[in-house]
Structures are given as structure tokens and as C-alpha cells.
């Protein structure tokens, strides 16, 4: 069997250099195009060149149908407008779509699904594969541990130069916590604290958000009863973590047949998957 041939796009930022990196690197799979949007500094250079990895042989283009045509899937980390065209194209091709962006409005979640009709989409707060195992024992946790006894934090820290918060591990850690309590996520949510904001509501899944320095990104997810706090949490040291996780996402995609599937499915651990 060939390898899979892989697209990334936003291929000249430093996600979309590891990404190409890790591809490299993985057996069964191969890049096959390198997209960046239009007018940016590294379109036409060899993408292996600029991500350190030597000459490849693909050089980096503005025209995403172009790449996605002779590809079987495509690893996307870049932005929710983006992500949309990028499911469009991806339907029309027929191939999988890994979305690793975070920050998508209700409106674009539902375009994200409208294109799953056609295309197999992975998709997920966090390609981690240690974050997606982190977020099972938290629903399993939130669970056992009864809401009039302990309480649900969510504590996350990144980057200086992330823009979306909370981030998208965190809700994907708050909708986990939620299941666990079976309970609705936007009902029960408190994003903001500010002023006299009087006792702490039973029930509700508080977040915390911290930016700074370079930081790749923080998750802790405490419950804290009486006398006694269990905190789960995830350390993420290096992007490479991510881009792994992306690229299995893919593998694991290829040749399934169109639906919105998430890291859980990709680990074997949800039979609850969205068909189309």
C-alpha cells in the first residue's frame, strides 16, 4: 500500500513546520503539498527546506483545490474562517480533513458539520493523545464525585499570543466534566468572575484563563471538595505532541467514509461517533 499523501496548509508557520516535520518522519505517510495564503513570504520555497528537513520536492502554493486534489487528507491548524473554506475543499475532493484550530463560532461548527457529509473530518480541542486520555479520566472522575461535593475547576495557560480563550482543551475538558455530571456545558459554565460575585453555584463548571511568555500550553482540572482536592492535569513541553496526534488522526481516517469523528474515535473509545 502507498503512503498517504498529506496537505498542510498554513505550511510556513512554526505548527505547519512541525507538522511537516512530523510527517516526515512517520512511515505511511508523505506531504504532498505545502499551502500558505496568498501574498506570504514563503510561497515557492521548498516547504522541507524551510522546516529544516532539506529539499522534498514541494514547494509551498496559495491555491488550496490545486493540493487538495492530488492528496488524501489534509492536517489544518490555522484559523476557523480558514477551516471552513478548507472542509469545503476537502468535501469537494473526497479526502480527510484532520482540524486541529480552535475558537469556531456555532455558525462555523455547523459549516464544519455540513461538510462532514462529504468529507471525513477529524476533529478536536486538543490532537493530544495524552490531553484525550486526560479528558476520559475526567469524565469518569466528574462522574463518581457528586456535584454537592465537590466542585469542578478548569485552569489553563498558554502562550502570550494566543487569541481564543477559554482555549479549545479547555472546553473540550469542560464538555468531558460535563458528560461525567450529565449535565449542558453552556448552562452550567461560568467563564468570568469579576466584583462581588456572591457563593459559588452547585454545579458549575468554573474556568480559569492565564497568558504569557511562551508557554505551549497548561491544563489542570481540579475538584475540590471538603478537606480534600484531586487535580488532573496535562503539560504540554513541545508543538511535536500535537502534530503526532494530527498525523494518526489522519492514518486512522483515510479510506473511512465521510462523518465528524473526534480523538476519541481516533483512540477507539466512543462508539458515539456523528455519521452523516
Do not use: C
Not at 475538584?223 to 502534530?243: K, N, V, Y
Amino acid at each position: 500500500m502507498s503512503d498517504m499523501g498529506l496537505v498542510v496548509v498554513g505550511a510556513g508557520g512554526r505548527m505547519g513546520q512541525t507538522l511537516i516535520r512530523t510527517v516526515h518522519v512517520t512511515e505511511g505517510a508523505t506531504v504532498v503539498g505545502a499551502v500558505e495564503r496568498p501574498g506570504s513570504p514563503y510561497l515557492g520555497r521548498d516547504v522541507g527546506e524551510l522546516a529544516g528537513i532539506g529539499t522534498i520536492n514541494v514547494e509551498i502554493g496559495d491555491d488550496p483545490l490545486a493540493a487538495f486534489a492530488k492528496a488524501d487528507g489534509v492536517l489544518d491548524f490555522t484559523t476557523p474562517q480558514a477551516s471552513v473554506e478548507f472542509a469545503g475543499y476537502a468535501a469537494q475532493a473526497r479526502i480527510a480533513h484532520v482540524i486541529g484550530t480552535t475558537g469556531f463560532s456555532p455558525e462555523e461548527e455547523e459549516a464544519i458539520a455540513a461538510a462532514a457529509r462529504h468529507a471525513t473530518i477529524v476533529k478536536s480541542g486538543n490532537m493530544s493523545l495524552g490531553v484525550n486520555l486526560l479528558s476520559m479520566l475526567v469524565e469518569q472522575a466528574a462522574r463518581a464525585l457528586d456535584a454537592g461535593d465537590f466542585d469542578i475547576e478548569i485552569v489553563e495557560m498558554h502562550h502570550r499570543h494566543k487569541v481564543d480563550a477559554p482555549s479549545g482543551t479547555a472546553l473540550l475538558l469542560g464538555e468531558a466534566a460535563a458528560e461525567g455530571r450529565g449535565v449542558d456545558l453552556a448552562e452550567e459554565s461560568v467563564r468570568v468572575r469579576d466584583g462581588h460575585t456572591g457563593p459559588r453555584r452547585e454545579g458549575s463548571i468554573g474556568f480559569a484563563t492565564l497568558r504569557g511568555g511562551s508557554v505551549v500550553g497548561e491544563h489542570s482540572v481540579i475538584f475540590a471538595g471538603l478537606g480534600e482536592r484531586i487535580i488532573l492535569s496535562h503539560l504540554a513541553e513541545d508543538r511535536t505532541i500535537f502534530a503526532r496526534g494530527a498525523v494518526k488522526a489522519a492514518l486512522w481516517a483515510h479510506g473511512r467514509k465521510p462523518g465528524l469523528y473526534s480523538m476519541r474515535d481516533v483512540l477507539g473509545s466512543t462508539e458515539n461517533t456523528v455519521q452523516a
